[in-house]
């Protein structure tokens, strides 16, 4: 077997349509095209999504394969995100990825993407040593991960209503401000103040998260902010998501600190969407800092969704011959 294989990969689960090269672990290229058509609506809808991955894979695939020099002919298997997503956004991918794999005649490898999300952490000069805790924060997950190889990994918590980064959209949502709210949270709250406003503390199980109380909290004090003054939102916006984030990352390091120090572990790393928050990055560096761990945070453009860690998970698999028959039935991926 080829030891540094050529792959191409293809992420489509949400509102990223992504195609990335990858010779072994390295990454020859990544493409990823945002869907921005989602920001009037607040939020992915996704009809709207399956058809514009639609419009955009081929484009996306051909320019990964120009950005890093190959021609398909060369490609030693196809990866694909299985799930968990979208359905109609995985079925645009998966049957691109078929077809592709059945007319090049190569292996079809399918890559769970919460799992892909986690090996983000791989892309770097500097990988967490297993066994480690990931702190996995997405649109749709907030998870804890103990994570023991490449393709061993254990789920020991996670949210019992919204994910981070849905808390994060959602307070973008009520105070006006586009979709996704993450990066526009982030910007606001970085000339804010990050105690002039207070949240409540979940009351939930040690390892588990719990979003939907704040942003509660946060509905009732712009609705009486604005009975009092209509530009209530205006005057305290920066200092109103500067509170709001600190608490979200104070409750993802909490629960976090714990697991690490039952699993006693020595590497803690972060990775999804919600891993691209300066506020949640700065934090972890200065806990471990602090507490004799050792922090590991994905570059930036393997935070959010992106084929090229799709492309890391499947040459792991491509060297266990773990492959997809063309008949599988995908999206069945739930957890782990
Ligand atoms: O992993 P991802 O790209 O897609 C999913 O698999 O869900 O994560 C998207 C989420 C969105 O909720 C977005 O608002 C959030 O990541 N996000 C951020 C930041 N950048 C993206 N949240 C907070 N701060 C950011 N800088
Ligand atoms: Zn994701």
Redesign the pocket.
Known sequence: MKENPLILSIES??D?TSAAVLEGEKVLSNIISSQVQHEEYGGVIPELASRLHQQHILKVVNKSLKVASKELNELDAIAVTDGPGLMGSLLVGNSFAKALSYGLGVPLIGVH?MKA?VLANFLTDNPPKFPFMCLTV????TQLVYVKDYVDMEIIGETIDDAA??A??KAAKLMGLPY????Q??KLASKGDPIAFGFPEPEVGKYEFSFSGLKTSLLYKLRDGLKKDENFIETHKNDIAASYQKKIVDILLKKLGQAAKDYKVQDLAIA???S???ELRRRLIEFCETNGYTAHIPPFEFC??NAGMIGFLAYKKFLKNDFLAINSVPFTRGGF
């Open positions: 689960s949400c990223e993407h999300h997405s649109g749709g997950h980064g849905e994060f959209d996704p709210g993450g990066p949270v982030d999804g969407g919600v691209a928050n300066s959010t969704d």
